[in-house]
């Protein structure tokens, strides 16, 4: 039974090889989620809510500009990237509490300007931290 010493230790070796690999990604070496049961789930859903804590802790730990610039994506195509302007007009340059007020006339469907209901989509679905955000990353701008 020599052999064993040799099997033995490859085997713990390959062992601890695909742990090992285990580790490095969870999607790469398990099913994809629709097809992932069992045990399989199980797992997912602990590596699932690793990930949402993670995405929470970097959230609160967020600036208020950093939260408005994920908002902004929305308003660049016609607000330009840099707030330069373009279908609307440049809001670089502007405060953050002049933007809120300006927000807030449009979910309340003011009219500002000729275009304003272009605007009152926009703003519908902001909150009032939304407004806020946007006006502290707008500053950046
Ligand atoms: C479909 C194009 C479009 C999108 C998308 C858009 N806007 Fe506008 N925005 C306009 C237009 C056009 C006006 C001018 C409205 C008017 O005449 O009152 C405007 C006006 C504004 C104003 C007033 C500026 C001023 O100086 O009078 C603010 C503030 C503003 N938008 C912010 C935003 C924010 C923040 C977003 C993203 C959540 C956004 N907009 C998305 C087209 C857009």
Redesign the pocket.
Known sequence: MSNLKFIIPIFLGTAALLVGARQISWETNHPPIGSCTGDCYKEYKIEDAKRLESERLLLATASPADLGGK??T??A???GANGQGG???A?KG?AQDA?VS??TQYKNKET?????M??WG?AAA?SNSDMTN?GAYIETL
């Open positions: 908002i902004y929305a308003c195509a016609c607000h279908v609307g007009p809001l502007q933007i300006m927000l500002r300007g000729a275009q304003s272009l605007m926009q902001l946007l």
